[in-house]
């Protein structure tokens, strides 16, 4: 575990093993750079993410184009992942940004995010990096707001360590983390967090009239798991509801995915771990804010009893829905946890799942998919994302494609007569199931395509990134600070 300490020195004044200097804008002419000189002869430009290591001179420099948040993030990150291999104990650095938190909030993140590896599958690998002093010093000698920064610097913590929650559960291999396993580590870190947990089992889904969650979960030999944990502060003005796609293991079910494309499918929990990293974080934070969090966990599996493409299943609201592929078994599952969700009443429901392969060939692989009927909403959410670092784009919804999820034998078909749009046709099943009163409080968030990349990219590491988490926890804050501001 890293921690970053906060000094009030100069940098020149730390003592460290190694001092990461950003060169910003390609200005070599400042007083942190001491190495110019033979930065051409190293052809060293300082392009963005450009790095130059000098391991006798015991310094990096990282290069970023201006100093927003984004670039110190994923500087700091990209710093950790080159110095990994030494044995530093030690980094320090002086302070850069200049937006209202001056940049501290994205630093601590960058630095959290960037010493995560999940790697305990090796033998024990020393985690050498102990600490790293932040200086009191400006780049552009600006006067040092000390608290404001400290609380930057502690929100940035609680965000990076929940993100680093959500990857441990994603990464997790899929025998380990099975239903019932996620419902032990949901229930652990509600007691950590004095959050409320509910755990509804078999009977009552079968109760609740849930058949399309219970069809899917048949042929998986651990119970399906409705998993509800609610942080409620003795204050709040506005309710959220969090709906995550929970199945620790997709195998496509009878409509089997080939081997390449069942490969990182314990990542088909991605929305679930999301929504648990979210409701760590906000009530660490200790945020006015009431959330309730709703989880659709199972495992896809096949076997005798699996749920069959032909079958009419009839979901908690009263719905029939044509089962055409049992692989497009998140929006079932979804389906029955959506109207259980609508149940409390919610200001803002946000529903997160890795649901489709493609919402990735829409966007790429980094970019998740903003759908809903609210546009101001999906814009909010948009905003969020880009202050918290993550990509978010919307894709939008229209009637003709609506009605390509028309069955003629039941309400709708679990997949749509058109191979195009699959992102789209796959949200609007899931609106089947939104109250109209309650669609312009309804956004999804297809997170198919980042919730795992196996590369490093930006802050991330090889696997599971907790994608989602820094968005919707940027979203609940600004819904805070709008708040506030009235
Ligand atoms: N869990 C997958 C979606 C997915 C694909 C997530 C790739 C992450 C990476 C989902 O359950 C699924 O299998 N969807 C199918 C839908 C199809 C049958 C209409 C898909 O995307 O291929
Ligand atoms: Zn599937
Ligand atoms: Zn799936």
Same mark, same amino acid.
């Given at each position: 575990m890293i921690n970053i300490v ?74 950790l992942?080159?110095?990994r291999?030494?044995?530093a104990k030690s980094i ?16 601590a993140?960058?630095f959290y995010l960037g010493a995560y590896q999940y790697s305990r599958?090796?033998?024990k690998e020393q985690e050498r990096l102990k600490r790293i ?20 610097l502690s929100?940035g913590k609680v965000?990076a360590q929940s993100v680093n929650f959500?990857r441990n ?27 409320? %947990? ?62 390449? &494309? ?52 009839? &979901?908690?609201?009263?719905? *029939? ?19 259980? &969700? ?44 880009? %202050? ?70 930006? %802050?991330?590491?090889?696997? &599971? *990134?907790?994608?989602? %988490? ?17």
């Amino acid at each position: 575990m890293i921690n970053i300490v906060f000094v009030n020195k100069k940098l020149k004044e730390i003592k460290a093993d190694i001092e990461l200097v950003f060169v910003v804008n390609k200005n070599f002419n400042h007083q942190w750079i001491k190495d110019a000189q033979i930065f051409d002869f190293l052809s060293f430009s300082g392009n963005e993410d450009e790095v130059l290591f000098l391991p006798e001179k015991r310094i990096i420099y990282i290069g970023i184009v201006n100093a927003t948040d984004d670039n110190l993030r994923q500087g700091a990150a990209l710093a950790l992942r080159k110095l990994r291999k030494t044995k530093a104990k030690s980094i320090k650095l002086g302070l850069y940004g200049h937006e209202n938190d001056f940049g501290a909030r994205a630093l601590a993140e960058g630095f959290y995010l960037g010493a995560y590896q999940y790697s305990r599958r090796f033998k024990k690998e020393q985690e050498r990096l102990k600490r790293i002093y932040l200086a009191s010093e400006f780049y552009n000698s600006r006067a040092t707001d000390f608290s404001a920064i400290k609380s930057a610097l502690s929100v940035g913590k609680v965000i990076a360590q929940s993100v680093n929650f959500t990857r441990n559960l994603v990464n997790t291999p899929p025998s380990e983390l099975t239903p019932v396993e996620l419902v032990v580590q949901a229930r652990k870190m509600a007691r950590e967090n004095g959050l409320t %947990v509910m755990v509804k089992g078999k009977d009552f889904l079968q109760k609740q009239k849930m058949g399309a969650f219970l069809a899917v979960n048949r042929a998986s030999s651990y119970p399906p798991q409705l998993i509800h944990l609610r942080y409620k502060p003795k204050k709040f003005f506005k309710k959220i509801v969090l709906v995550g796609k929970g199945l620790t293991y997709d195998t496509g079910g009878l409509s089997l995915k080939p081997s390449n &494309a069942m490969m990182t499918m314990k990542m088909d929990m991605g929305g679930a771990a999301a929504a648990l990293g979210v409701i760590k974080a906000v009530s660490k934070l200790a945020l006015p804010v009431s959330i309730d969090v709703i989880l659709g966990v199972t495992e896809n599996a096949i076997g005798k009893d699996a749920y069959k493409p032909d079958d009419i299943l009839t &979901a908690k609201n009263g719905k *029939t829905i044509e089962v055409i592929n049992t692989d497009a078994e998140g929006r079932l599952v979804l389906a029955d946890c959506l109207c259980y &969700a609508q149940e409390q009443n919610p200001d803002y429901l946000i529903d997160i799942a890795t649901l489709t392969g493609a919402a990735m060939i829409a966007l790429g692989n980094y970019t998740a998919g903003v759908m809903g009927f609210n546009e101001e909403l999906k814009k909010e959410l948009l905003s969020a994302a880009v %202050v918290a670092g993550e990509y978010c784009g919307t894709l939008p919804f229209n009637k003709f494609l609506q009605q390509k999820i028309k069955s003629k034998i039941a309400d709708i078909r679990n997949i749509a007569t058109t191979k195009y749009g699959g992102a789209i046709t796959a949200a609007l099943f899931l609106a089947e199931f939104i109250e109209d009163k309650n669609k312009p409080k309804w956004a999804h968030l297809d997170i198919a395509g980042p919730a795992y990349v196996e590369e490093d990219w930006g %802050v991330n590491s090889f696997g &599971a *990134t907790g994608a989602g %988490v820094r968005t919707l926890v940027s979203f609940i804050i600004n819904i805070v600070k709008k708040h506030n501001n009235k």
